[in-house]
């Protein structure tokens, strides 16, 4: 079993910065690709960053891409989302989630291990 404990949100005024923290337990961190997906009220929860458990591959979300910055230190089993720039659209609930082995990065479907989810608000 593999337990992500995501940490770092919080309120923050547009034009500002958030690095969020994803631990992770459980499973050999480095065989883990990892993403962060967000989820805003009332809407479907999408994807913002992927990471490769192999070769270091990153992907964004077209809306993220150039102010945010997915990152991993295996030493701490702690993989990053550095937020910068936000904008209020990116007000959301952000989830850390992993999956052992390769996944398509944008398929929510296809990742086993999901935390708990922490609250971005960004205001105008």
């Known amino acids: 079993q593999v337990q992500l404990v995501e940490s770092g949100g919080g309120s923050v005024q547009a034009g500002g910065s958030l690095r969020l923290s994803c631990a992770t337990s459980?499973?050999?961190?480095?065989?883990?690709?990892m993403g962060w997906f967000r989820q805003a009220p009332g809407k479907e929860r999408e994807f913002v960053a992927g990471?490769?458990?192999?070769?270091?591959?990153?992907s964004y979300a077209d809306s993220v891409k150039g102010r945010f910055t997915i990152s991993r230190d295996n030493a701490k089993n702690t993989v990053y989302l550095q937020m910068n720039s936000l904008k209020p659209e990116d007000t959301a609930v952000y989830y850390c989630?992993?999956?052992?082995?390769?996944?398509?990065?944008?398929?929510?479907?296809?990742?086993?291990?999901w935390g708990q989810g922490t609250q971005v608000t960004v205001s105008s």
């Open positions: 459980g499973r050999i961190f480095s065989s883990l690709s």
């Open positions: 990471l490769s458990y192999s070769n270091g591959y990153t």
């Open positions: 989630a992993g999956k052992a082995g390769w996944v398509r990065a944008k398929s929510r479907n296809e990742y086993d291990y």
